[in-house]
Structure formats: C-alpha cells, structure tokens
C-alpha cells in the first residue's frame, strides 16, 4: 500500500442527457487531473448523463460494457491512474443500475458499486443495489464507495468503518427552489448548499479514512414530481479531497465551474468516530426531508410501470419474430 497518493477530484458542469459532450469533458478533466500529478482521479456520479428528473436518461442507459466504461477503462490505462465515476448502466435483467465503476491503470475493471437507494425523483431512473461498497484496487488499498446522500447515512458507515483506507464518491445534488416567502428559500437553500459542501469532511471521521469527492457544478432544470411545474436551480457543494480526520485538503466549490481538486493524501485506517444509533448519520434539512417523503414512492411506481412496459414490449416483439 502506498505511503501517500496524489488524488483528483473532478468537477463536472455536465448537460443533461449529452452523453457525447460530457464524455468529452470528462476526458479533458481526467487528463487536466493527471497533468498536476494525480494518480488517483475521481469523476462524479451520473458524469456521461448528468442528472435530472428526465426519463430519457433512464431509456438510453447503455450495457456495462457501453461507452462510459470504455472511457474509464480506455483513459486509465493510457494514463496509468486508478479512474472511477458513476453512470447509469442496463443491466442484463434489463433493470438500470447507479454503477460506480473503479478502473485500474492497467484499464482492468477493478470493481464495481450500485448506489444502495436512490434520492427522491432518482427513483423514477433507476433501482438500488445491495452490495457493501468495498473494493481492491491494484496498489493494494481497500476502497470504500459513498455516492451523495449514501455520506448521510448510518449505513454507510458500517459497511466501511475501519474496513477500508480510502473513500471515494461523487455527487449530484440539486438545490432547493426559490420559491415564496423568497427570503426563507434562500436561507434554507443556503443551509442545503453548505450541508453539500460539508458532507464528505463530516462523514470522513465515522469511517476513519480519507474521502475524494467529485461533484457536479451548474444549472439544472426538470419537470418537478406531481407539481405540473418546471424545478429550475443548481448543482450544491463542491469537488474536494479530505483527510480521514474530515480537515479538508482541496476543495472546488461550485462557483468556480469545472475543474479539478487535487491535493496529496496519506491513505489508511484510523479509530472511526463513535456512529449515532439512527438511520441518517447527519441532518437532512426539512424541505430535503418532505422530498425524500414523497417523491421516493412516486419515482418507485413510475419506474415499475416503464419496467413493466418495456418488457412487455419486449414479450410481443419476441412473438412476432
């Protein structure tokens, strides 16, 4: 296991649904990250689609083998990094996975994490994994895996605390609207977007390892669940790389775009913090909570009904043949 690595965390302003575009700035970001000495890169999560409350990216999620894993593969061996992110995958039972894949710089697939529940209107584009979000990569480290609001809960600390010597994950996490009494949106939107910011330092400590984050900047704008309304906001948080006692090493907030964040990390386990004995290990925030309230259910049966259909669509092609 190496002493210390040089680790990237990269910041993505991705266009929803430009699977093309977004490999392209994926690929300009990674060797940006590899041009400072990185030998460690992390994507966001969604990084070839970006992410909205759009069902097309559920529709045209491609197989494992697609597209975004032939850039993680194909730029980790040309580079001579460990490359990972997260995409949308169609899995051979035809259900769509969160797939955070780590690649090697050999440009073997090192291994794979399913993002364990989707959040509020991602359900409508995928279903959730069960794995325990460990794995080997090739300079002999054990890495955990944390995908957004997976970092807020308990959970995701027991299946890595003390198991693992680097975390690494990435974001999507959309703002709160402004809606009216304007000054009291934006006083919870600014405690949400602060909430993003600190989620990765916060959670560091109750796994005792390092974390790299990835994170996605920019506008975001979908069909709001159930509201007949357009939901127009932005990208929370930021890209950093932390310490396992949570000291923060770099950090790209989102006000500065794409981009990377790379800084020098002593991979390792440490004592973890003592976890609280409740389902979310940090706080939420009450226009976060309703969402997640009702917008979970909803997504649930939209994302059963285009199952079914497809495979029903499916079962009469296959008897017209």
């Not at 895996?145 to 299946?159: F, Q």
Request: charged share 25%; glycine share 10%.
């Amino acid at each position: 296991m190496p002493d210390t690595i040089r680790a990237a965390a990269v910041q993505m302003e991705a266009e929803v649904g430009n699977v093309d575009a977004n490999l392209e700035m994926a690929d300009a970001l990674v060797r940006a990250a590899a041009a400072e000495g990185a030998t460690w890169i992390v994507l966001p999560e969604f990084f070839a689609s970006g992410v909205a409350n759009r069902p097309e990216l559920r529709d045209d999620a491609p197989a494992i083998d697609g597209a975004p894993t032939a850039l993680l593969r194909d730029l980790a061996r040309e580079l001579g990094v460990h490359l990972s992110g997260s995409t949308l995958v169609r899995d051979a039972d035809d259900h769509v996975r969160n797939a955070f894949l780590l690649a090697g710089p050999d440009g073997a697939l090192l291994g794979r994490h399913d993002k364990d529940l989707p959040t509020m209107w991602e359900n409508a584009l995928y279903v959730g994994g069960g794995d325990p979000g460990r794995l080997e990569s090739a300079d002999g480290l054990t890495v955990g895996v944390a995908l957004c609001w997976e970092l807020l809960r308990t959970a995701t600390a027991e299946r890595l605390a003390g198991r693992v010597d680097l975390v690494v994950g990435g974001s999507g996490w959309w703002s709160i609207p402004t809606w009216v009494p304007r000054p009291l949106f934006r006083a919870l939107e600014r405690a949400n977007h602060e909430r993003a910011v600190r989620a990765p330092e916060r959670f560091a400590p109750y796994v005792g390892a390092p974390v790299v984050h990835a994170a996605h900047a920019g506008p975001v704008s979908c069909p709001w669940p159930l509201a007949g309304c357009v939901y127009s906001g932005r990208f929370a948080g930021g890209a950093g790389v932390y310490d396992a006692d949570g000291s923060t090493l770099a950090l790209r907030r989102r006000d500065a775009g794409p981009g990377v964040a790379v800084a020098e990390v002593t991979p390792g386990r440490r004592a973890p913090r003592p976890r609280p004995d409740r389902f979310w290990l940090q706080e939420r925030g009450a226009i976060a909570a309703a969402a997640w309230a009702y917008q979970n259910p909803v997504g649930r049966r939209e994302y059963r009904r285009e199952h079914r259909r497809r495979l029903d669509r499916a079962a009469v092609a296959g008897r017209g043949r």
